[in-house]
């Protein structure tokens, strides 16, 4: 299996652009994850997903994040618009069960907003 | 806040000395995972206890969830330069994980 696939792997923005991250999770897992980490406040949950139903958002941080999980194998995270405080590392992590105990994590989207 | 202390931040040892790194909370968890994480990769877990006083051992990791669910300690023995990285410990409930800040453990040759 090729594990949680997110892309880009980089983003450079500037202040005001939209920015859109997107996430595969591993095929058969129905639990989906997205955090940010920073030096500042580490690995922070943000948003997860059951069977594509999204479950618990109060880490989001403001009205400018939104998430989608339109299929099983596919995931969004949308910046709009960005701001330089939103530059961070974000991972997508996906689990098999409900529990989300056991979450495989992708490689990350690093973001730096100018 | 960080739900999950650990501490130390950051420790940087000889290649062949031990470490401990430590986890804790005011909370009761179902259980607690231990994970580690390389510069530019995402964290990969290492281990998962769940029931209080467990001791699991991998390879020269061994790891430890307190009786009260409520702390752990991951000690590792002559440690290596492939030691290196980010240890983070979360703790599972409520369908999701919370995860401490995290011990940056560098071991030199």
Known sequence: DAGVIQSPRHEV???????????????????????????????ELLIYFNNNVPIDDSGMPEDRFSAKM????F????????????????????????SGNIQYFGAGTRLSVL | TQLLEQSPQFLSI????????YCNSSSV???LQWYRQEPGEGPVLLVTVV?????????RLTFQFGDA??????????????????????????????????????VTP
């Open chain 2, 69 to 106: 669910r409520k702390d752990s300690s991951l000690h590792i023995t002559a440690a290596q330069p492939g030691d290196t990285g980010l240890y983070l410990c979360a703790g599972a409930g409520w369908g999701k994980l919370q995860f401490g800040a995290g011990t940056q453990v560098v």
């Open chain 2, 29 to 31: 968890f179902s259980s």
């Open chain 1, 13 to 43: 923005t500037e202040m005001g652009q939209e920015v859109t991250l997107r996430c595969k999770p591993i095929s058969g897992h129905n639990s989906l994850f997205w955090y940010r980490q920073t030096m500042m406040r580490g690995l």
């Open chain 2, 51 to 59: 029931t209080g006083g467990e001791v699991k051992k991998l390879k």
């Open chain 2, 14 to 21: 000889q290649e062949g000395e031990n470490l401990t790194v």
């Open chain 1, 70 to 73: 339109p299929n099983a194998s």
């Open chain 1, 75 to 98: 995931s969004t995270l949308k910046i709009q618009p960005s701001e330089p405080r939103d530059s961070a590392v974000y991972f997508c992590a996906s689990s098999l069960d409900r």
